[in-house]
């Protein structure tokens, strides 16, 4: 009895997690033991990245760069793919450095260009200054592959869906209401005469009031972001001078050099990227393509709505969107694991989306009543996906690795991304100059073609396409 006991007393110091003092990512830790709770307001800094989709389409109208409406679509897209190549060329720069000094810093630097080339896209004078001005916004804008990482790690285990899905609710909101804010508050001196004046500088810069809202918001969160704590472990020459098994530190350290090396070649973690981009490129075509159909005349084929339209039917999709994600989504994935709920999506938003080109033959409450629930659903399942493959990614990977993994899935994103407004608006331009064409007249071949990509990306969530995490497998799918 003695020995057992003696025996106990030994072995349960080694099973205990050992916390460093000093270690930003050990408080986290240590934090996270004691705290049953949702961080929630630590991501509220990511709001303000997804927030700087001012909505375009009069902007580029006003620069007055397109000599016909049908050529809108080509230049608003331009705007839009600026930002995400600029995102593309150093979104790994920014994983490597959130890696190597910490998440907050690359978080504080992206909410700051916010502010600052947000405020100067408001001010453009022409298109040219419009393309630069998002450009380097997504060229120092290296937020959203940290705060994957982030949100893995601040999250207990048990609340990494809803972690990772409170990034993708944020993302997604942030893409409606960016549309919104720019549909209310887009040429003040128009919409309310009382308040703005012609000869003011709202009344000079039209859209420069929605953009100077997103960035003293994201003033504001980039003050409240330099309260919030790091979780990058920073022991690792502590932890070397205690270990008495300097044979165990160079095998430990070997194996680190090993898997840098091979994360290119890590397949469960590059077939979600895959898809994500897969995805990423259709998400993005749509958000272009809803709002430019949504204004266009219904003799094209469009709605005919205005920018206030717009912006109310993006914000019931918002809200919905918010209580799915925040309240249902969690249960879901739960029971059906990430990739059945991503396949699901997928192939619920292929009919959705072909009835969008019939609800232009609506009108009045009937349409309203339509579009709104079709833009709620289709938000709602864009979103499961991503948060599907957000799961997927960071499970594929060690915690020293997240933030070079989740770059390398932001530069590829951000090319497909690119790739989206440009094509989704070259797409919407040529298919309204064919509104008598004998096979899929009109809009119905933009949302036909947006099918196709839907359908390749569910395609590519099954074997051999999308590989399992080695010994996750029975929690993913």
């Known amino acids: 009895m003695a020995a057992a006991a003696a025996e106990e007393e030994y072995t349960v110091p080694l099973l205990k997690k050992q916390y460093y003092e000093n270690c930003p990512g050990c408080k986290v830790d240590e934090l996270k033991e004691l705290k049953r709770g949702l961080p929630i307001r630590e991501f509220l800094s990511i709001w303000t990245v ?77 298109f040219w200054m419009a393309v630069i001005s998002r450009f380097m916004l997504g060229f120092l804008n290296g937020l959203l592959g940290p705060i994957k990482a982030y949100a893995s790690e601040i999250f207990r285990n048990e609340h990494q869906a809803l972690g990772l899905s409170t990034i993708t609710t944020a993302w997604g909101i942030g893409l409606i209401i960016g549309p919104a804010l720019g549909g209310f508050l887009a040429q003040p001196a128009e919409k309310y005469p009382a308040l703005f004046s012609k000869d003011s500088l709202f009344g000079r810069f039209p859209y420069f009031l ?12 980039t003050i409240a972001s330099c309260w919030l704590p790091e979780t990058l472990h920073t022991h690792k020459e502590k932890r070397a001078a205690c270990d008495d098994s300097f044979d165990a530190l160079e095998t430990a350290s070997g194996e680190q050099k090993k898997q840098a090396a091979s994360l290119l070649r890590n397949w469960p973690l590059m077939s979600s990227i895959m898809v994500y981009c897969i995805f990423s490129l259709h998400d993005m075509a749509y958000t272009e393509i809803f709002s430019l159909w949504a204004v266009s005349p219904i003799k094209l084929g469009g709605l005919g709505y205005s920018t206030e339209n717009v912006g109310e039917v993006l914000a019931v ?49 009937s349409l309203s009543v339509l579009l709104n629930c079709a833009s709620v659903l289709k938000n709602l399942l864009s979103v499961s996906i991503v948060t599907c493959l957000f799961m997927l990614q960071n499970s594929a990977v060690e915690q020293h690795q997240r933030g070079a993994a989740n770059g390398i899935a932001m530069t590829a994103m951000s090319l497909f991304k690119a790739a989206g407004p440009a094509g989704g608006g070259s797409l919407f331009s040529w298919a309204e100059t064919r509104q008598d064409a004998a096979f899929l007249p009109g809009n119905q071949m933009v949302f036909f073609v947006l099918n196709v990509v839907e359908a390749i990306g569910v395609l590519f969530t099954f074997k051999p396409f999308l590989a399992l995490p080695r010994g996750r497998t029975a929690t993913v799918q």
């Open 317 to 365: 999709s918002g809200f919905g969107l918010l209580v799915f994600q925040l309240a249902l989504y969690p249960y879901a994935e739960r029971l059906l694991g990430p990739v059945m709920v991503c396949r699901i999506a997928g192939a619920l938003s292929i009919p959705l989306l072909a009835s969008y080109p019939f609800l232009s033959k609506l009108s009045g409450f």
């Open 210 to 221: 929605p953009s100077l809202a997103i960035s003293l918001l994201a003033g504001g969160v």
């Open 50 to 126: 997804v927030l700087c989709s001012v909505y375009r389409h009069f902007q580029i109208r006003d620069f007055k760069i397109a000599e016909k409406e049908e050529d809108i679509g080509y230049y608003a897209g331009y705007v839009g793919s600026s930002f995400m190549f600029g995102r593309a060329l150093t979104s790994f720069f920014w994983g490597i450095v959130a890696d190597r000094y910490g998440r907050k810093p690359v978080i504080l630097l992206g909410t700051s260009s916010v502010v600052i080339f947000n405020t100067i896209f408001g001010l453009s004078l022409n």
